[in-house]
């Protein structure tokens, strides 16, 4: 494809939200040897791709401008490098894209054949899209606390905050899957819907009984999966039982530190950050998980590529129920 343009957003420095998304044409890119060149045919967003535009995590992210942010996407494989083993062109894959390269809000993407899963036919490119930073966020925190996938793990109590977002949605059907009692939190909109994904008790977080995170039926949690801000620590202490873990997937420095903290005394109550690593063969599970209907995305709202700035307002508000994607 070499010589050929496409569509593409692009942000030219940090800031400025959607009004700093800029609508181009650019050389489609072409795969380096172990590189796959994909036709994107939907992403999603996440508000990390909110947090690099706004110069959060600078300096690492992003290495340089102009950047073409979003890295989870579904497509079909248009070309693949030379040493690219397991896909050919013509193939429909959902691919998590490198972190630093970016590249997802655009007509065609360059993604790595190790982070790059077949995507069968049960599976929409938007249902697909959704699924690698958020449900492989939420499917290694419940790893973290022990919860098992294969109809062996015991009946653990646990509580999911924010489980009407991208993260949190998946996190209360797979804390399910893995046998787990669970009580939810989310806006009263929502407390329908995320019953409906599973959990066996929801808080509305505006309420004073949401805010106290106490469970209706009084049980005591095991773990938390903790997936939005401005919880104090004492809130879950009262919370948890004995040993129970709150496992952090927006941690602070102060949560890292306590962290530290807490294992140099031994305390059995622990506040955990967790940082996504990636695996492949976890995408697989997810998406095997989809195709055999045991797992959905939740679509927030679909954007075309040229309402591109619609679809990042929407994450950048963070009241997204499920996940915002962008079909182009
Ligand atoms: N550590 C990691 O590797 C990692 C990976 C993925 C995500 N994250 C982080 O995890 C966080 C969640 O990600 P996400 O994709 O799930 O975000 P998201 O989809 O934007 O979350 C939005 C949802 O959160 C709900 N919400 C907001 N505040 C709440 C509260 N106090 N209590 C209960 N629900 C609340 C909103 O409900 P309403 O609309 O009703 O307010 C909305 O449905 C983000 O900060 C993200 O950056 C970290």
Redesign the pocket.
Known sequence: MAGETMRAVLYNGYGAGAAGLKHVEIPVPSPKKDEILLKVEAASL???DW?IQDGSLRPLFPPKFPFVPVIDVAGEVADVGTGVKSFKPGDKVVSLLNFRKGGGLAEYAIAEERLTVTRPPEVSPAEGAGLP??AL?ALQALKTVGIKFDGTSNSANILI??A?????HYAVQLAKLGNSHVTA???A??VELVKSLGADEVLD?KTPEGASLKSPSGKKYDSVIH????IGWSVFEQNLNAEGKVID??PTLWGTISYVFSKLTFAKKQLVP???SPKKEDMEFLVDLVKEGKLKTLVDSKHPLNKAEDAWAK?MG????GKVIVEM
């Open positions: 996440n508000p990390v947090k930073i958020a966020t905050t924010a009407s977002g991208g993260v949190g939190t989310c806006g909109r929502n977080y997936c939005t801000t401005g997937i927006t967790l940082i996504l994450i963070g009241h997204a129920t």
